[in-house]
């Protein structure tokens, strides 16, 4: 389907929409649908008409080409920029060319693998301590909103390894700060006629207090640390950036640049991974088999003892599971380009300025890479299984030069979580509980995901440590001669898992 030719063609083809308004209804009604439609009826290219003209990317074969090949040629739009930056400033999100460049370099190697073993430990007691919280719910028989507690563990998470200790005592003012400022980036980013901050609306008033919450705290604690460096140059997240120089220009980061780097974090690695969270609860339900089977890897490899980074290569299916997860529901199912000068992509003209949407979503459900897109299947991960399928078909972090920064310890979270829970729980959702998808900026149950809770039993425990077929993810070392690797293909699941129905407005 991405055919060139020597010729460009003048723009892709698309729905005609409303005179004037072109596709803007269908988006506000609902984007995800519009999207999945057009994409339908016109293939991988599509242009939609409208006020601010958008082109749908979603072939492995143009991410590439944007993403990687071609990748200064497409930094974010200015809009885009411009809306998230009144609440992180000048950070990594929102900085481009060689300000990113210079960023990147600087924040990069806090992200490292080997900078991040010190983090598993705050993942699992962190995750521990809201299990335990879930005794008083399961023992009352109640439901929670697997949503709202995983908002507050990846918050916490996030938080701790910031900050380390001193998050206690502002957990709750930064809580719903950085809450606040979530709603407001999501509300400004899907409006076309936004108000500027000064504007004394209500939400712009909140706004403004939750910034100044998170402004007053976020320089206290870089105050604090100025004030003690000897309290070491890698015990949180924190400290590792402001001791961490440009490796070319050797300079180290303002208390200004450290500021904007905090929010920035606070911003992208907060609710990308709640939302992933949250979807895996719902997947341990829907999914019976895929769960028995990755709780029996869990009892093999960990038995009851909290996770830690060394059990992480051994929980090969729970990597296959969240892989799996992260394809369904990419929590970023769209991202945004906007080309410096005239490209062509696919056979057609791209003209400078042209407002590109990258749809993951689609990427991640298109037939022509994935057998049964809709259906639960992790082992299509394994390395055989994978084998032939475009590097850029399952992009949930993006790729290239600007993909996600902190895909590594995003990884070791829904892994460290997902096996804490596998532990304790059996999660089942509320029967006709609606689950229903919300595209955002990230990916969420519009209504929550509603679950009950059963404990596991040490008769379970005790029965789970038979061993299980062994698999190897795609990303991983060869096995060699005679390694007892299960090659089959899994049965195809039972329920259809994509829940996507038309919003319920
Ligand atoms: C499941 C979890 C996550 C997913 C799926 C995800 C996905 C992404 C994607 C798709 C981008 C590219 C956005 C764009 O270019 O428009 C991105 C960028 C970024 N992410 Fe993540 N992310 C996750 C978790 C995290 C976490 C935990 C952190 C940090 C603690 C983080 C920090 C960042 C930063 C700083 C960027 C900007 C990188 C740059 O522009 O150089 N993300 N992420």
């Known amino acids: 389907m991405a055919a060139t030719s020597s010729v460009p063609r003048p723009g892709p083809p698309g729905p005609r929409g409303l005179p004037l308004l072109g596709s803007a209804l269908d988006f506000r009604r609902d984007p995800l649908r519009t999207f999945v439609a057009a994409w339908r009826d016109h293939g991988d290219l599509v242009r939609f008409r409208g006020p601010v003209p958008v082109i749908l990317v979603t072939h492995p ?21 411009r809306k998230v930056s009144v609440s992180v400033g000048e950070g990594l999100v929102t900085s481009e060319g060689e300000e990113w460049q210079r960023q990147r370099r600087t924040v990069a190697p806090s992200f490292r693998r080997e900078s991040l073993e010190r983090f598993a430990g705050v993942m699992a007691d962190s995750a521990g301590r809201m299990l335990d919280r879930w005794e008083a719910t399961h023992r009352r028989g109640a439901s929670l909103d697997a949503r709202v507690e995983m908002q507050s563990l990846t918050l916490e998470i996030l938080a701790r390894c910031l900050f380390r200790a001193d998050w206690s005592a502002d957990a709750l003012a930064l809580g ?20 500027p901050e000064r504007v004394p609306t209500r939400r712009n008033r909140e706004f403004l207090a939750a910034r100044r919450v998170l402004d007053e705290t976020v320089y206290r604690l870089i105050a604090e640390r100025r004030r003690h460096p000897d309290q070491g140059a890698d015990a949180d997240l924190l400290s590792m950036l402001m001791h961490t120089a440009d490796p070319e220009t050797g300079q180290l980061m303002t208390d200004r640049q450290l500021r904007d780097q905090v929010m920035t974090l606070f911003i992208a690695g907060h609710e990308t991974v709640a939302a992933t969270l949250s979807w895996i609860c719902y997947l341990l339900s829907a999914q019976p088999a895929a769960t028995q089977r990755a709780r029996q890897e869990v009892f093999q490899v960990l038995g009851d003892r909290p996770p830690t980074m060394a059990d992480l290569p051994q929980l090969k ?20 380009r906007m080309p410096l000068r005239d490209d062509r992509l696919g056979g057609y003209h791209i003209p400078a300025g042209s407002f590109l949407l990258l749809n993951t979503y689609i990427t991640h459900r298109n037939p022509e890479f994935w057998d049964n897109p809709e259906g639960f299947d992790p082992e299509r991960f394994t390395r055989e299984r994978s084998a032939g399928r475009p590097r850029y078909a399952y992009v949930p972090y993006v790729g290239g030069p600007r993909n996600c920064v902190g895909l590594a310890f ?28 919300q595209p955002d900026i990230s990916l969420r149950a519009r209504y929550g995901i509603r679950m009950t809770l059963r404990e ?22 060869a096995p060699g001669a005679g390694c007892p690797v299960a090659h089959g293909r899994a049965e195809p699941q039972q329920a259809p898992v994509c829940p996507y129905r038309p919003a319920a407005d």
């Open 317 to 336: 299916y729970l990597k296959l599971f969240v892989q799996e997860a992260l394809r369904l529901y990419p929590p970023l199912w769209q991202v945004a």
């Open 176 to 195: 719903d700060a950085v809450r606040i400022q979530l709603e407001h980036i999501n509300a400004k980013l899907i409006s076309v006629a936004d108000l």
């Open 61 to 81: 074969d143009h991410l590439k080409h944007i993403l990687a090949d071609n990748f200064a040629n497409y930094p974010h739009p200015d809009d885009f920029n």
């Open 410 to 437: 995003a990884n070791m979270e829904l892994t460290i979580v997902l096996a804490s829970l596998l532990q304790r729980y059996h999660l089942n959702l509320v029967p006709g509980h609606p689950i229903v998808m």
């Open 456 to 477: 596991v039993t040490a008769e379970e425990r005790s029965t789970a440590g038979e061993p299980a077929p062994v698999v190897v993810p795609a990303d991983e070392p």
